[in-house]
């Protein structure tokens, strides 16, 4: 069984910045697509950034040039870099991975951004 566990979040004020980190507990990460999601009060979870396990990016509009997915593949670790962070930031985000067969979900870390 494959598990997802992510870490990095926290409280942070407009403009600054926090890095997320998500370890699996598999080397099939390594032939993975790797993503985040988040979650806000009251909406649907939306992606915010992918990589392939060849290691292209792709990024919702409203945090390109922002946010940054890097995937370390020594360390089986995804990470989310998440800088001049904005009020509408703040929701859980979700590590997801995924392959033929596999659509995981790590139980989320929550992301507050203060005024």
């Known amino acids: 069984q494959v598990e997802l566990v992510e870490s990095g979040g926290g409280l942070v004020q407009a403009g600054g910045s926090l890095r997320l980190s998500c370890l699996a507990s598999s080397s099939i990460f390594r032939i993975s697509a790797m993503a985040w999601y988040r979650q806000a009060p009251g909406k649907q979870r939306e992606l915010v950034a992918s990589?392939?396990?060849?290691?292209?990016?792709n990024y919702a509009e409203s945090v390109k040039g922002r946010f940054t997915i890097s995937r370390d593949n020594v360390k089986n670790t995804v990470y989310l870099q998440m800088n001049s962070l904005k009020r509408e930031d703040t929701a859980v985000y979700y590590c997801?991975?995924?392959?033929?067969?596999?659509?995981?979900w790590g139980k989320g870390t929550l992301v507050t951004v203060s005024s």
């Open positions: 997801n991975l995924r392959r033929p067969g596999m659509d995981l």
């Open positions: 990589s392939t396990s060849g290691g292209s990016r």
